[in-house]
Every structure is written in C-alpha cells, then in structure tokens.
C-alpha cells in the first residue's frame, strides 16, 4: 500500500522540484538593461521670408459685359431687300457698314419732290424780291422825301417767299435723311448677338431687327470688400482720369484645355455699397478684347466668366512668404536659431495663388516652413532638410 502512494506521488514531486528550480534560476539573472529611445526630429522643407517693395493683390471674379450693347431697329418703314452676311448671329461688322437695306424707292420719290419744292421757292422768292425791288423804285420816284411803309414795297411778301424757302430746303433734308435711313448702319464696330428679320419682312421704327454689341472695349464688373479696396487704395466713387491710369487687372480663365489671360484695368468704381450683398463693385476695361486684346488668339468673349487678380498702384514694403507657408488663415511655422518649431501669428495683407504679404508677425530672413507637419507642437524639435536661396 505504501509503494503504491510513493509510485503515485513520484511525478508530482518531480514536477514541483523542476518548477522550484526554474524558479531559481530566474531570480538569480540579471534583469536585462533599458534603453531610452530619443525621439527623432521631424525633417521639413523650409525658405526665407524676404522683406520687399510690392503691390498689394486682390483676387476676384465677374463676368464679361459689353460695354456698349443695343436692340437695333430701323428709323424708318419698308420692306427688307438685302441683309449684309456680317449682319447674323456671332458675325462681326465694321462701323459705318451697311448691314440692312430698305426699299427706298419712296424715299427716291420724297426727295426728288422736295428738290422740286425747293426750286419753286426759289423761283418764287426771285420774283418777290424783284416786285418789291420795283415797288421800291416806284415810290421814291412819287415820294423822293419820304420812305415806304414794308406793305407798299411788297415787305411781307419776300418775307414769306423766304419762309416758304427754308421750309422746302427742311423738307428736302427730312427726305435726304429719311433715304439714307434706308440703309441701316452703325456707328461703332461691333457683333451680332441676335438676328430677328429676313429677307421681304415689312419692318416699321418698332420692329426689333436683331441684338448687337460694340467690341471697342468690355467690361467686367468685380466684387469687393472694404478691406480689398483699401489693398487696391482706391476710393468709393473712383474714376480713372485716361485709359492707363487706374489698377491693373489681369484677367484669366480656362478655355478647352488651355489657361488665357487678358489685361486689363479699373476705370471706376461704385459709389454707394451694394444693399444686398454689402459689397463695392469695380469695374474694368480690357480694349479691343476681339483683336488685340485678346489672348493668342481667344477673344475675351461677352459672357465669359473670368478670375480677376488687381494690383494696386501704390507701392509699400512688406514681408513676402510662400502660399503654402500659410497655415489656416493667419498661422505661420517659423524654424528658430535652434532648430525647434515656432507657430507663429501673422497680420496678412494680400493673399494670392502663389505669395502671402505679410504686415507683421515675421520677420525677413526667418525661416518659415513650407512642407506639411502633421501634429506640429510648439517648440518641437525639426530637421531642416532643405534651404531654398533667397532670390
């Protein structure tokens, strides 16, 4: 019975003495030695802030507007005999050009009777005067002593022989006037955004022929704000004095696949605040935008919707840095002397596509970041990993 408990307990007490000595021999080794990680600098991309003269921008948008753009309609009733080709829709014209013809034969008929008028006045103003030229002769024969009265000498009779005169040259300029209204032209060179008429239409003085607009110049009407307009330094109620005075604007927009830009520049701006948006509107100009203004070839086009960048005449000195320096809307990262983050906040001016003008907060020569710092902390440790050269 006793082998029988001793060969039962045998592997249990095996077992505890293995697992007492694995024990042991744990206690007895040296624990092993911490190491303490330094955490690593964060590499970024840096450049120089640089302190220079500039002209401060601000960035817009408008529309493209004719500046001058008309219903067209005759001056004059008749029926449509020829349509010049440049007179349809997207075709331009030269001023001065006819674009429609009237049947004037009416009008041939008014003028050739009102020349007819104008010859019998004459006529019977010669025989008026050459009557009270006798008349006049006549009395001072029976009264050398004593001068006529108007009515003996035949006075009111010229005088009315020369009224009936200018009242036939009025009629034969009325008619003149009326047969070259016969050609409808304009003054100005110009496109056509509308044609309404065709070939034999009866049209009267209140018949809209078409739709046409002036391309000499274009305007675009941009939206501002009170601080944009005091960038541009420029008043409510401003008006340019000639055609190269006033901002600057250069004009852009995507057409196909291809970015144009035109120039141009304000010439006024309004004088009273809009009441629904609160904004100021400015407009401005960009000459011959179909010829020499336009942009390798794209005119800038009534109805284009353009991005415009002005740029103020006055020059000042401020403290330029990269766009992608520009951390939310006023914060800068500026690496110190040694080498740890600064998050710095900036007064800015102008904002544009590629540049902030600052008016405080940075200083020219530092160093401000330009790469992306994911979790930047305040005094971090950084390595500067590139140096873009001052220009």
Do not use: C
């Not at 710092?373 to 050269?389: C, F």
């Amino acid at each position: 019975m006793k082998k029988r408990i001793m060969k039962a307990a045998a592997p249990v007490i095996v077992l505890t003495l293995g697992f007492g000595a694995v024990q042991l021999m744990s206690a007895s080794k040296p624990a092993p030695e911490k190491k303490v990680e330094e955490q690593r600098p964060v590499s970024l991309v840096y450049t120089e802030a640089r302190q220079e003269a500039v002209h401060l921008a601000v960035t817009t948008q408008g529309e493209v507007r004719a500046h001058t753009e008309i219903e067209l309609t005759p001056e004059v009733s008749g029926r449509i005999i020829s349509v010049a080709s440049s007179f349809a829709e997207g075709a331009g014209f030269e001023s001065g050009e006819t674009l429609i013809q009237l049947d004037d034969s009416d009008y041939r008929l008014a003028f050739a009777r009102a020349e007819a008028g104008v010859a019998q006045a004459e006529v019977l103003l010669l025989q008026a005067q050459a009557a009270a030229q006798i008349k006049r002769q006549q009395w001072l024969e029976l009264n050398p002593n004593k001068q006529p009265s108007p009515l003996q000498v035949n006075k009111p009779q010229v005088l009315e022989a020369e009224a009936n005169l200018r009242s036939a040259k009025a009629e034969l300029a009325n008619a003149k006037l009326n047969l070259a209204r016969t050609k409808i032209r304009l003054p100005f060179r110009g496109r056509v955004a509308s044609r309404d008429i065709g070939i034999g239409q009866y049209v009267t003085p209140s018949t809209v022929l078409g739709r046409v607009f002036a391309t000499d110049r274009v305007e675009i009407r941009l939206p501002l704000t009170d601080s944009q307009l005091l960038e541009l330094n420029l008043p409510m109620g401003f008006e340019a004095g000639d055609k190269n005075s006033g901002p600057a604007v250069t004009l852009s927009a995507q057409i196909g696949q291809r970015q144009h830009s035109w120039q141009g520049r304000i010439v006024r701006t309004q004088a009273a605040v809009d009441q629904q948006t609160r904004l100021i509107y400015a407009v401005a100009e960009v000459e011959d935008p179909y010829g020499a203004g336009a942009s390798d070839g794209a005119p800038l086009a009534v109805g284009l919707f353009v991005t415009a960048e002005a740029e103020s005449e006055q020059e000042q000195q401020a403290v330029v840095v990269p766009r992608s320096a520009l951390r939310s809307a006023d914060k800068v990262y500026v690496v110190d002397e040694n080498d740890e983050l600064n998050i710095r906040t900036v007064d800015v001016l102008s904002t544009s596509q590629n540049r902030v003008v600052l008016a405080g907060g940075i200083a020219d020569g530092e160093r401000v970041v330009t790469s992306t710092v994911a979790n930047a902390v305040d005094g971090m440790k950084v390595q500067p990993i590139t140096h873009l050269a001052r220009n």
